[in-house]
């Protein structure tokens, strides 16, 4: 489904974020600017976003093997989980280090200046790799991801004019910080509930409703009852157990094809992301 070259261009943008992500932070603790330590915290989530990206692409196909009945999904939410706590972590200490450095100010050094600029450089190159793949492959996980990276180059040209004012106000580097790493806690938050649910396994009763409709929209005959539905969400995607009762005079064939049929259909259905449909039929 997804060509060679959206991966291709997707790896040569997660070593562009790599770079990006080197940059601002060693750059931050040269200069002394926190600002640059907290652009490079934006880099960080876009690290786990390209390499879940990359990983859900390159191995949706991989099969469900013996140590993982239900195929590999789980790990990526595993590591959003982590990266955001990671992200939250640190923005305490930026926020910390940002009240101790208005107590005390100290000028940042002019090398944040090209620094930040190389940073810059390569955040518009990212950009345009992705707009450039968009155009040739039509690829919508491109277009998306362009998006997201536009967003993210917004954010670096504010930090940018933040740096510059810096040097005659040294002030706005501590307060640009705080208000950074409040954003990016927020951000983190959201990212934390994301990952839980599909950690732990839990079903929305949302979900379950609408599992119900679906079925109700499956032209299954009115003599057939559906009944004991249960779902598990295994990493993301979700197994639905069920049982369907009909007359004895039904033959096996018959409700073999209804089974299929309550399969396929909520199967075709992409989003409700059912990976699996265990039908018990039973006479009446
Ligand atoms: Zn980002």
Redesign the pocket.
């Known amino acids: 489904m997804c060509s060679v070259h959206t991966v291709t261009i997707l790896k040569y943008t997660l070593c562009t974020s790599i770079l990006i992500f080197l940059v601002d932070l060693i750059g931050g603790f040269i200069s002394r600017c926190s600002l640059l330590i907290g652009d490079s915290l934006?880099?960080l989530?876009?690290i786990v976003?390209l390499l879940m990206l990359i990983v859900g692409l390159a191995y949706s196909e991989k099969p469900a093997d013996l140590d993982h009945p239900y195929g590999h999904g789980k790990i990526k939410y595993l590591a959003m989980y982590t990266v955001a706590l990671i992200i939250i972590f640190a923005s305490i200490l930026l926020i910390l280090n940002a009240v101790e450095k208005l107590k005390h100010i100290e000028r940042i050094e002019y090398i944040a200046l090209p620094i930040a600029i190389t940073a810059l450089s390569m955040n518009i190159a990212r950009s345009s790799l992705l707009y450039l793949g968009y155009t040739k492959t039509r690829e919508i996980v491109l277009l998306l991801e362009f998006k997201?990276?536009i967003?993210?180059l917004a954010g670096s040209i504010l930090i940018f004019i933040g740096i510059c004012l810096s040097f005659s106000h040294p002030v706005i580097d501590p307060i640009g910080t705080m208000m950074l790493a409040m954003y990016l806690m927020y951000i983190a938050s959201k990212y934390l509930k994301e990952s839980i649910h599909p950690l732990i396994d839990t079903v929305s009763s949302n979900y379950f409703k609408e599992i119900v409709s679906t079925l109700k929209s499956l032209s299954i005959p009115t003599n057939i009852e559906v009944s004991e539905v249960r779902i598990r969400n295994i990493g993301g995607e979700y197994v639905i157990d069920l049982k369907i009762k009909a007359p004895k005079s039904y033959t096996i064939d018959y409700m073999h094809k209804i089974a299929k049929n309550i399969e396929y259909g909520l199967k075709a259905r992409k989003r409700l992301r059912v990976k699996h449909v265990n039908v018990v039929s039973e006479p009446y």
Do not use: E
């Open positions: 934006q880099s989530f876009d976003i997201h990276v967003t993210d």
